[in-house]
């Protein structure tokens, strides 16, 4: 059997880690687990409280921890830019037997700021109101990742599918499924 894998992302809001996701799902067929989709899904009018987001991660964290014990790799689909976080989820995948990879999207700051913050645009599959103070305060408390978590950089400005298989190879047998 294949050792699963556990995917988390980092970068600025716009950066394209969904984008990045989509094609790694595709590229590995690992289980997507898209934050933005279930917290719709959980809150029909979310708040992104902080009681809302506690109860949307304990969620995610028991789904993911399920999955990779039962040997399925999961791309966790969030923006993990505390090392904090990072770190809580590598100790979960280390629990189930799980590999962690943690993919960096350089996307440069100009780019990310547009696709977030531009008025006309509809993102994940909603229309996301975020001002231009929404997205520096998300910036300025990015914590980068350092050498020793081996993040492993894109452009997310260039991303394919070949260039991550190249990367990742198939990683998981079960068919690819979006969550």
Do not use: C
């Not at 090392?83 to 100009?110: C, K, Q, S, V």
């Not at 913050?117 to 520096?136: A, L, P, Q």
């Amino acid at each position: 059997m294949i050792k699963p894998k556990l995917f988390l992302l980092v970068g600025y809001p716009g950066a394209g880690k969904t984008t990045a996701s989509k094609v790694l799902e595709e590229a590995t067929g690992a289980t997507h687990l898209w934050a933005d989709n279930v917290r719709w899904e959980m809150f029909t009018q979310p708040h992104h409280t902080a009681q809302e987001s506690r109860e949307l991660y304990e969620h995610l964290n028991d789904q993911t921890a399920q999955l990779l014990r039962s040997g399925r790799s999961v791309i966790f689909d969030t923006n993990f830019n505390y090392r904090a976080d990072r770190d809580y989820l590598r100790h979960i995948a280390e629990e189930n037997g799980a590999e962690t990879f943690l993919i960096w999207l350089t996307t440069p700051l100009e780019i990310a700021h547009e696709r977030a913050v531009h008025s006309d645009t509809t993102r994940n599959g909603y229309t996301v109101n975020m001002t231009h103070e929404m997205f520096e305060n998300i910036v300025f408390k990015l914590e980068e990742p350092t050498e020793d978590e081996n993040p492993i950089k894109f452009d997310g400005t260039k991303l394919d599918v070949q260039q991550l298989k190249a990367q990742f190879g198939k990683h998981a047998e079960a068919p690819t499924k979006t969550l």
